[in-house]
């Protein structure tokens, strides 16, 4: 069995296997399906054993792979110590042999400025001039003085996101610039090149790429708010490059810092001579005193443009926080000045930063919490009220998008819940991280109130365009209204009370709707009393008059059913009956509005509508000439004076909180109706 397996193992891995002619040879010389199955037996488990074999190799490779990349990691910091010994000891020679030769190169420098005091310059400029003419669009750079070649080279220019190539560009570094051309592929004769950029050197950074493969001989140029990467032909390239940048860059500050110590006049100051016995000799030499020699006050505004390129802003507030605490009681010197500028720039560099990462065209997606981080670098950097007055700029701009970016539903409701909830959300988190975020700033809170004011109006206009301009119902309006005000009294859970001003900024379109709902109903009143004829009402069923008692029992009228007769009659008008539903789910609707401006308009709109169905009862008394009829219309006059009036003047002083001064005037106004048999005239 084991020798047939062997022969089937060599058969399979011959380099001559041929799976079909296999299969054919197979089929012929099998007696039958049994045959065949012992076969595919001995097939599947040799795929067993072969996976099995390979699972161990896998293993056995493993481990193998583990073993080695320890001894790589070893070997990997063996070769850092290595490397950084030989460093050591290359700067020690270069220091030696420097100090040694500095003073015969400076000699036979002075003797060759003296000698050629102006060819060297003239010759940079005319090579310059020379390579510029090969660049499309750069004819106005020779214009500046004094501007001269110190180096150039193709390079290619990579993606800083996904590490593709983009160009091949020619680079060509001036003693105050860096211009960029691009290059012409297709392009014949003189003109090469193509004008791309130009940056001062004192506008960018240069950081070294750590070779990490297909990241190789690259450097990155920071400039505020980009960064471009550059790849080299290969390591001495590159080197060069980053030596030569460096060295231009300390060439430009001390040429300027130079230029500006000659542009100061120095006169003669005669020494003020102290007559005063007690006056103590200031000591001389206070600049010695404060020591900048510490490797980190060397290195603090490389580091600082590195953190502010890396966006580590709480590392840079952290290094200028050390050095103010550093210098905190140290004597102003020349060179503590000349550190403070540099420092101060980096600031300046490093709020621009701050605020672009503040301003509303960054992304407004995280919530609130997203500008904690800005604005918290902004406080420690003493710019507290432009740090509140950018945090609340960006989220008046997030409360806007998602306004605008929401659904306009079909139901005013749904919309309005919708709206609510977004608005009264992101301002309840706004409030809590200002309240975190400036918790040490009480003169900023005054800011947020005004804020607080101005995106309520955006959210009130949102409101009024689809609650009041499309004209929906009064009852759906007041139910919108409810549902803003529930959420507007939950600010009160921080001490943020935003009720008046909502209301104020809604008073205006509830008026109006409560007027025109008030002429509706009058309207509808009167054309109603136009067709008045004075017949009690047949509900037909039942249902239909149980329906009417509850309807009736829910505005607060509980004695209705002494209107009521047999067989499904209710002893009232149709007109009174429909009046007094109408009127009571104004006053329900009205109450739901309701806020103190709006109580003279809400009262005499109440009282109009009263009125329109009083007279109507008192002009159809004067006229009706049927006793059985005046009867009728005297027992619905009673019906609207003595139940529906009461009830109406309850439920407003419950829902205000005051008595209605004028529908009670307008009640005992009404006179007891007496009608004379005899008469007929009936007063009122």
């Not at 001989?217 to 060069?240: Q, V, W």
């Not at 988190?429 to 804020?451: I, K, L, M, P, Q």
């Not at 136009?530 to 047949?538: A, G, K, P, Q, Y």
Request: charged fraction near 30%.
């Amino acid at each position: 069995m084991a020798d047939a397996g062997n022969r089937l193992r060599k058969l399979l891995e011959s380099p001559n296997f041929d799976p079909q002619s296999y299969v054919k040879q197979l089929s012929q010389q099998s007696d039958g399906d049994r045959d065949l199955q012992e076969h595919r037996q001995k097939i599947q488990t040799l795929a067993d054993e072969t996976a099995q074999n390979l699972k161990k190799n896998v293993y056995k490779n493993y481990r193998q792979f583990i073993e080695t990349a320890k001894e790589i990691s070893y070997l990997e910091s063996e070769m850092y110590q290595l490397s950084h010994f030989l460093t050591e000891q290359k700067s020690i020679m270069e220091s030696i042999t420097q100090s040694l030769l500095s003073t015969d190169k400076d000699e036979a420098a002075k003797e060759m400025l003296a000698a050629f005091p102006k060819e060297t310059e003239e010759v940079k400029q005319r090579t310059l001039t020379t390579l510029l003419e090969k660049v499309e669009g750069c004819k106005t750079i020779m214009e500046t003085p004094g501007r001269y070649l110190v180096y150039n080279g193709d390079l290619l220019e990579y993606d800083a996101d996904n590490m593709s190539q983009i160009q091949k560009v020619h680079t060509f570094l001036m003693n105050d610039c860096l211009l960029i051309a691009t290059w012409l592929a297709n392009r014949h004769g003189a003109v090469k090149y193509k004008y791309n950029a130009l940056y001062d050197l004192e506008s960018f950074a240069v950081v070294n790429v750590k070779d990490n493969p297909p990241m190789k001989d690259m450097f990155k140029i920071l400039m505020f708010p980009d960064s471009r990467i550059f790849k080299a032909e290969n390591s001495k390239i590159k080197k060069e490059w980053l030596e030569i940048l460096e060295e231009t860059k300390k060439n430009k500050v001390a040429k300027d810092k130079h230029k500006k110590e000659e542009e100061v006049p120095t006169s003669p100051v005669r020494q003020d001579v102290s007559t005063n016995p007690f006056d103590e000799d200031e000591p001389l030499g206070s600049e010695e005193l404060v020591d900048l020699s510490p490797e980190w006050i060397q290195e603090l505004p490389e580091d600082l443009d590195v953190c502010i390129a890396q966006r580590d802003f709480e590392g840079a507030v952290d290094l200028l926080d050390k050095l103010n605490e550093y210098l905190k009681e140290q004597p102003v010197s020349p060179r503590v000045k000349e550190l403070r500028g540099k420092v101060d720039e980096r600031v300046r560099q490093l709020t621009e930063v701050l605020v672009f990462e503040l301003s509303p065209d960054r992304s407004l997606r995280g919530g609130p919490k997203a500008t904690r981080r800005a604005v918290s670098q902004l406080i420690r950097l003493g710019q507290s009220t432009k740090a509140c007055e950018l945090f609340l700029k960006n989220r008046a701009a997030a409360v806007q998008t998602a306004i605008r970016q929401l659904r306009i539903e079909g139901a005013t409701l749904l919309y309005i819940q919708k709206l609510c909830n977004i608005f009264f959300t992101s301002l309840l988190e706004t409030a809590r991280e200002f309240e975190t975020d400036f918790a040490g700033n009480t003169g900023c809170y005054s800011a947020f109130v005004v804020w607080s004011r101005s995106v309520m109006k955006m959210f009130v206009d949102a409101f009024s365009k689809q609650v009041f301009d499309s004209k929906e119902s009064l009852s759906t309006a007041a139910e919108c209204v409810k549902f803003a005000s529930e959420h507007c009294m939950q600010l009160s859970e921080i001490g943020l009370d935003l009720t008046f001003i909502l209301q104020s900024l809604l008073v205006k379109d509830i008026r109006a709707a409560l007027q025109s709902q008030k002429d509706i109903i009058i309207e509808a009143t009167r054309h109603r009393n136009s067709e008045e004829m004075w017949r009690r009402m047949n509900l037909m069923t039942p249902e239909a008059l149980a329906k009417l008692k509850d309807e009736m029992r829910s505005c607060g009228i509980g004695s209705f059913d002494q209107y009521t007769g047999e067989d499904c009659w209710v002893n009232l008008s149709y007109t009174i009956v429909a009046f007094t539903k109408q009127m009571m789910a104004f006053l329900e609707e009205g109450l739901k509005l309701y806020f103190p401006e709006l109580h003279m308009v809400f009262l005499e709109s109440l009282r109009e509508i009263i009125l329109v169905a009083a007279q109507h009862v008192d002009y159809s008394l004067r006229c009706e000439q049927e006793a059985e009829k005046k009867a009728f219309i005297l027992q619905n006059a009673s019906f609207l004076h003595e139940t529906v009036l009461p009830v109406v003047e309850k439920r407003f002083e419950e829902g205000v909180g005051k008595p209605a001064k004028q529908l009670q005037d307008l009640r005992k106004s009404s006179r007891s109706v007496r009608v004379n048999p005899e008469s007929t005239m009936s007063v009122v």
